[in-house]
């Protein structure tokens, strides 16, 4: 299996900032794909629909995932690219964002196998 490498970044958004965010958000993960060729592989965009610890009722909870191969992108990502970039969202949204960031290493996938039959918990 080849590395990947997952830089997540969890965001919690203000119901009087959505229309805003739903607008940038896919303009900004797009400069970020962008930012260097290879840097990243692809990116997911996901919004929380449970949150099974609680979500504030005014606000909507998106993570987005950039996938990369090593952690040396993302190391550089972190150091060349992000602090601009933060800035630039703060200049769009203010303090508004809650984000947390996260990385991971994927350290193995798994897949049905046909045929079998298991329990969902």
């Known amino acids: 299996m080849p590395n990947i490498y997952i830089y997540e970044v969890e965001c ?8 805003k965010w739903d607008e940038w958000i896919p303009k900004h993960i797009q400069q970020i794909l962008n930012l260097e ?9 996901n919004k929380v629909t449970q949150n099974i610890e609680g979500l504030p009722a ?3 909870q998106y993570v987005i995932q950039y996938h ?4 040396e992108k993302i190391d550089r990502y972190i150091k060349e690219h992000a602090p601009k ?9 203010g303090d508004k964002l809650k984000t947390k960031r996260k990385i991971y290493k994927v350290d193995q ?8 039959f298991g329990y969902v918990f």
């Open 109 to 116: 996938e798994f897949f049905p196998q046909s045929g079998q």
């Open 58 to 60: 005014d606000h909507s």
């Open 12 to 19: 919690l958004v203000p119901s009087e900032v959505v229309g």
């Open 37 to 45: 060729q290879g840097l990243f592989i692809k990116a997911t965009f």
């Open 85 to 93: 970039l933060k800035q630039g969202t703060t200049d769009v949204f």
């Open 68 to 71: 990369t191969d090593s952690q």
